[in-house]
T-cell receptor, first 116, second 116 residues
Framework: AQTVTQSQPEMSVQEAETVTLSCTYDTSESDYYLFWYKQPPSRQMILVIRQEAYKQQNATENRFSVNFQKAAKSFSLKISDSQLGDAAMYFCAYRTFLSGNTPLVFGKGTRLSVIA | GAVVSQHPSWVICKSGTSVKIECRSLDFQATTMFWYRQFPKQSLMLMATSNEGSKATYEQGVEKDKFLINHASLTLSTLTVTSAHPEDSSFYIC????????????FGEGSWLTVV
């Protein structure tokens, strides 16, 4: 079974600075999807960024980018120019490529605080 | 992104009664929906996978008779907590799989259940 590990329960960053959230995973599959979801205090789960394992190029979405290291099974999220609205829980998630009926496997999350 | 609506956002019920939570995909057909439970300061715990027109697949340890899941149409899945008890109080959140090539999963807003 796949597992996702987020080793940083809490992180903090100064406004306008850059922060990197770590995520590692374990799988025997070669094709899969990786995601970062943001959960603000409202509890709404918001998709931040997605990476297909077969793509070598790291995904980027505006201020959010990932460092995908497939061999190391590492998938870190970098937030540039941090804003107060970035404060939230961030969950790394894995999903198999093979079947559409499989759910996301989540890490335990990292709580990010942004300091003004 | 795709929109998943969950209702109600907040519900308070008396111990021993049943309560229904709805999850709707508003702008796409969702053949598969997932139900999660989230305890305070924890990650999302998968309860069951709901497939349209068939019985839900429950995770180990989740009581099928207590948490009834129905997925009668391609846009609606319901979770009914039967004979609710205070320990069932929690945040419940649904998600739905889109039909895009990446099978992206989007989440509803979640429902807070308080059993008194």
């Amino acid at each position: 079974a796949q597992t996702v590990t987020q080793s940083q329960p809490e992180m903090s960053v100064q406004e306008a600075e850059t922060v990197t959230l770590s995520c590692t995973y374990d799988t025997s599959e070669s094709d899969y999807y990786l995601f970062w979801y943001k959960q603000p205090p409202s509890r709404q789960m918001i998709l931040v960024i997605r990476q297909e394992a077969y793509k070598q190029q790291n995904a980027t979405e505006n201020r959010f980018s990932v460092n995908f290291q497939k061999a190391a099974k590492s998938f870190s999220l970098k937030i540039s120019d941090s804003q107060l609205g970035d404060a939230a829980m961030y969950f790394c998630a894995y999903r198999t490529f093979l079947s559409g009926n499989t759910p996301l496997v989540f890490g335990k999350g990292t709580r990010l605080s942004v300091i003004a | 992104g795709a929109v998943v609506s969950q209702h109600p956002s907040w519900v308070i019920c008396k111990s021993g009664t049943s309560v229904k939570i709805e999850c709707r995909s508003l702008d796409f057909q969702a053949t598969t929906m997932f139900w999660y439970r989230q305890f305070p300061k924890q990650s999302l715990m998968l309860m069951a996978t709901s497939n349209e027109g068939s019985k839900a697949t429950y995770e180990q340890g989740v009581e099928k008779d207590k948490f009834l899941i129905n997925h009668a149409s391609l846009t609606l899945s319901t979770l009914t907590v039967t004979s609710a008890h205070p320990e069932d109080s929690s945040f419940y959140i649904c998600s739905a799989r889109t039909g895009d090539p990446g099978n992206t999963i989007y989440f509803g807003e979640g429902s807070w259940l308080t059993v008194v």
